[in-house]
T-cell receptor, first 111, second 115 residues
Framework: GIQVEQSPPDLILQEGANSTLRCNFS?????LQWFHQNPWGQLINLFY???GTKQNGRLSATTVATERYSLLYISSSQTTDSGVYFC?????????????FGQGTRLTINP | DAGVIQSPRHEVTEMGQEVTLRCKPI?????LFWYRQTMMRGLELLIY????????DSGMPEDRFSAKMPNASFSTLKIQPSEPRDSAVYFC?????????????FGEGSRLTVL
């Protein structure tokens, strides 16, 4: 199956800093999503982005499907951005649909 | 519009007891997923349904786990008998598109502790 690797595993920043999180995947995918799991455990959709670039406020994401990676940008970080960021990729193999999550990047924003 | 609704939010039970977790997907969504999250294994897909029909249950850990979706607005995940190693957060998610390629929306999770 497809391997999904996220980097860095941990990131500690001061409030106001910018950050870039990366998601690499080992083969072609049908879609890619980014999620934020906040400190209370809720999994929140950020982007559904099989290819191209999307922006939502201080967050933006770019997926380059041909090169098998996606980037999540967070600008002007706030303490509420803390949590774990997951990417998840969906693919079809031998007629079966699969969805795989990366292990996540734990982001800590200090005031 | 209401999101995915799960209950209970927290459950503490003793080993050997039956546990039933419940999920109401987003209205109109065609696929429903049950995930388990632990520190050791991360997010694992247990089973998913398309139009109320189980499609892939290869992630269900063993026969003690069962899931049903009697109609488009309700699903249950049952563990009988429960064991301490089942302690985890169980998430339900749904998508509008059938299968795993649609945009996934999660419920708030059910945190299960088996003593």
């Amino acid at each position: 199956g497809i391997q999904v690797e996220q980097s860095p595993p941990d990131l500690i920043l001061q409030e106001g800093a910018n950050s870039t999180l990366r998601c690499n995947f080992s083969d072609s995918v049908n879609n890619l999503q980014w999620f934020h799991q906040n400190p209370w455990g809720q999994l929140i959709n950020l982007f559904y982005i099989p290819s191209g670039t999307k922006q939502n406020g201080r967050l933006s994401a770019t997926t380059v499907a041909t090169e098998r990676y996606s980037l999540l940008y967070i600008s002007s970080s706030q303490t509420t951005d803390s949590g774990v960021y997951f990417c998840a990729v969906a693919y079809i193999i031998q007629g079966a649909q699969k969805l795989v999550f990366g292990q996540g990047t734990r982001l800590t924003i200090n005031p | 519009d209401a999101g995915v609704i799960q209950s209970p939010r927290h459950e503490v039970t003793e080993m050997g007891q039956e546990v039933t977790l419940r999920c109401k997907p987003i209205s109109g969504h065609n696929s429903l997923f049950w995930y388990r999250q632990t520190m050791m294994r991360g997010l694992e897909l247990l089973i998913y349904f398309n139009n109320n029909v189980p499609i892939d249950d290869s992630g269900m850990p063993e026969d003690r786990f069962s899931a049903k979706m009697p109609n488009a607005s309700f699903s249950t995940l049952k563990i009988q008998p429960s064991e301490p190693r089942d302690s985890a957060v169980y998430f339900c998610a749904s998508t509008l598109r059938t299968g795993v390629t649609g945009e996934l929306f999660f419920g708030e999770g059910s945190r299960l502790t088996v003593l």
